[in-house]
């Protein structure tokens, strides 16, 4: 990966980003809140935010302390919160203007965690990403990223973890149990079989017998 690989939003840069975003509207109360700039500070902080601006700024700023987010799921919560369209949009565009929302970056290190740490294909991640509702175009950059050898390489490891595991079984059960596991991480199915095979073969399977089997439909 060539783009960073950090999740977007950290909580320093969350704070940080934010900080600047907002000074001219007033200073930020320790809880994620804008004080008032009024003479009571203690009030501000604990009442609730006055307008939907300040509600919107509240809910997106502690969403994004907790776990980096798309705009759509951002977006989300603040319908579902209640805050209008236009309250929102203006939140949404300000926070995504000072670097706090980046589909780009969310889907590049969403990839990069997802392939590394669970094995991930690409279709699997491509898919994840849309229900996040990432644009079908930065998807495509970011799950682009990963070429077919850094797949095949990946799929062969979780392969070979599960070997041990299905010596127990017969030919095809493991074929097929191995071969299945690869299908629901998303990997394509001619590449599923034929990584499997070779390890199979490898371990002394006979390769004229394993032709006789397929990958069944997962």
Sequence with gaps: MTRRTEW?????????AAGDAE?????RGRHGREDSGGPSSSRAESGPPRTPEEQARAICLRLLTGNPRTRKQL????RQRGIPEEAAEE????????GLIDDAAFADAWVESRHHGRGLARRALARELRTKGVDSAVIEVAVGRLDSEQEESTARELVDR?????RGLDREKRLRRLAGMLARKGYPEGLALRVVKQALEEEGEDPDLLEQHYLPDT
């Design 8 to 16: 977007p939003g950290s909580e320093d840069e969350t704070h940080s």
């Design 23 to 27: 000074t001219r509207s007033g200073r």
């Design 75 to 78: 977006e989300d919560a603040l």
């Design 91 to 98: 939140v949404l565009s300000r926070f995504e203007d000072v």
């Design 162 to 166: 599960k070997l041990r595991a299905s």
